[in-house]
């Protein structure tokens, strides 16, 4: 799958390249798309999870705590905020993208 993504960034860390991006996908990354359903529904990347911000709390059960997670949102914010929520329930392997939606 290929993703017209620039970088990502894991929650604390440095910015991985692309075919980081695609080997996580590859490897069974979980693709999240934290905005609301009806942005969700005007655009989305290929292969993505829609998990709003305000119902990650628990919609969170829905992904394997074992593998990678790739958040995105309409801002960095909001993925940022993704990931510190997924990082209290015990998700390690988190990472967001950079650029905005």
Same mark, same amino acid.
């Given at each position: &799958?290929?993703?017209?993504?620039?970088?990502?960034?894991?929650?604390?860390?440095?910015?991985?390249?692309?075919?980081? %991006?695609?080997?996580?996908?590859? +490897?069974?990354?979980?693709? %999240?798309?934290? !905005? =609301?359903?009806?942005?969700?529904?005007? #655009? =989305?990347?290929?292969? *993505? /999870?829609?998990?709003? &911000?305000? +119902?990650? +709390?628990?919609? #969170? @059960? @829905? /992904?394997?705590? @074992?593998?990678?997670?790739?958040?995105?949102?309409? =801002?960095?914010? @909001? =993925?940022?905020? *993704?990931? !510190?929520?997924?990082?209290?329930?015990?998700?390690?392997?988190?990472? #967001?993208?950079?650029?905005?939606?």
């Amino acid at each position: &799958m290929s993703l017209a993504i620039q970088t990502i960034c894991r929650a604390g860390a440095g910015s991985l390249a692309p075919a980081c %991006v695609e080997a996580l996908l590859a +490897s069974g990354g979980q693709l %999240v798309d934290v !905005r =609301s359903p009806a942005e969700f529904k005007q #655009h =989305s990347l290929p292969g *993505a /999870l829609n998990l709003p &911000m305000d +119902s990650l +709390s628990y919609e #969170h @059960r @829905r /992904l394997n705590a @074992r593998r990678p997670v790739i958040v995105y949102g309409a =801002s960095e914010v @909001r =993925s940022t905020r *993704a990931a !510190r929520l997924l990082a209290g329930k015990g998700f390690s392997r988190i990472y #967001h993208l950079a650029a905005d939606l």
